[in-house]
């Protein structure tokens, strides 16, 4: 099994050659399911350590597009381990984050493990409007959608793209998860959503509950 506390080190150091090297021996020892979605988390917690790092002013933007970029490519690399391959099987997942926010991290990752799990993801992108939601639930079907925000102000935006679905009478048939740095209980219950998670493989655990 690979040295996760390593992982996490390495990912928040940036070092891009230790995490390709020690996630290609993960991969070689023919790892399962659920040890890969162990070194997901690995990963996503080394991003915590890059978003410490820019807050004390070591890291600078470019640090943390970079970083984005690393983690993605991580989890490509690690996505025909975690689940059903992406076939789109078990449903459709309306995906986006809400309007005022332009962070797409969180989202990358929450798509690549749905994906890996057999859902269809629709990401509608970063900044989307209410109605962009709403027309994104009818042209897909989709019975679950994700907003995705890092911003306190996010929720708000949550608020009113939950309160455009109800007004388009869409509410009653849908699962709606919300995710990311601003999300707790408190802001669940505010923005009318059924569930919240800050962490990926937990929230693609709650869409699977749904289907």
């Known amino acids: 099994m690979i040295d996760t506390a390593k992982l996490r080190q390495v990912v928040g150091e940036l070092d891009e050659d230790s995490v390709n090297e020690m996630l290609d021996q993960f991969i070689a020892s023919d790892p399962g399911g659920e040890d890969a979605r162990q070194v997901v988390e690995a990963c996503q917690q080394g991003m915590e350590i890059v978003g410490n790092n820019f807050e004390k002013g070591e890291y600078f933007v470019g640090d943390l597009i970079f970083a984005g970029e690393l983690l993605t490519a991580s989890i490509e690399k690690l996505k025909p381990l975690l689940g059903a391959g992406g076939s789109g099987n078990r449903g459709v997942i309306v995906l986006g984050t809400v309007e005022g926010d332009i ?15 057999g859902f269809r993801v629709v990401d509608i992108g970063i900044d989307q409007a209410p109605a962009a939601f709403v027309k994104a639930v009818r042209e897909s079907e989709s019975k679950i959608v994700g907003l995705s925000g890092v911003l306190t102000l996010s929720i ?14 869409l509410r009653d048939t849908l699962k709606i998860a919300i995710g990311g740095n601003a999300v707790n209980p408190d802001a669940c ?3 009318g ?18 289907v």
């Open 156 to 169: 708000e935006s949550m608020k009113r793209t939950i309160d455009a679905l109800k007004e388009a009478g």
């Open 103 to 117: 962070h797409d991290i969180g989202k990358n990752i929450f798509k690549g493990m749905a994906e890996a799990a």
């Open 193 to 210: 959503a059924d569930a919240w998670s800050k962490n990926a493989a937990e929230a693609v655990k709650v869409c699977g509950s749904w």
């Open 189 to 191: 219950a505010y923005a």
